[in-house]
């Protein structure tokens, strides 16, 4: 069955950075696009980044654009998202994402805590 493990999260200092990393089983790892989500008390859940299959195209949520960098290793079957410039608005608990067909899988998320 599909399994996707976030870790990473943390508390970190507003300009800080963290590396979020999603290791992904139970499927064709190479076979699909990859996304990251994230989720802020009170708010609903948003995409922040997406990757293609094979790594060459990546968008990123207008909020992250220049400060956030999602990549993959299909070798290892697992996703990043490289977090720079860290603002408090980051907060969030963030989660992996495959669509695959008509379903959506999900990790249990891994909290970002941004502040001073």
């Known amino acids: 069955q599909v399994q996707l493990v976030e870790s990473g999260g943390g508390l970190v200092q507003p300009g800080g950075s963290l590396r979020l990393s999603c290791a992904a089983s139970g499927f064709s790892f190479r076979s699909y696009a990859m996304k990251w989500y994230r989720q802020a008390p009170g708010k609903e859940r948003e995409l922040v980044a997406t990757?293609?299959?094979?790594?060459?195209?990546?968008n990123y949520a207008d909020s992250v654009k220049g400060r956030f960098t999602i990549s993959r290793d299909n070798a290892k079957g697992t996703v990043y998202l490289q977090m720079n410039r860290l603002k408090p608005e980051d907060t969030a608990v963030y989660y992996c994402?495959?669509?695959?067909?008509?379903?959506?899988?999900w990790g249990q998320g891994t909290q970002v805590t941004v502040s001073s």
């Open positions: 994402n495959l669509h695959r067909t008509h379903d959506d899988y």
């Open positions: 990757i293609s299959s094979t790594g060459l195209s990546r």
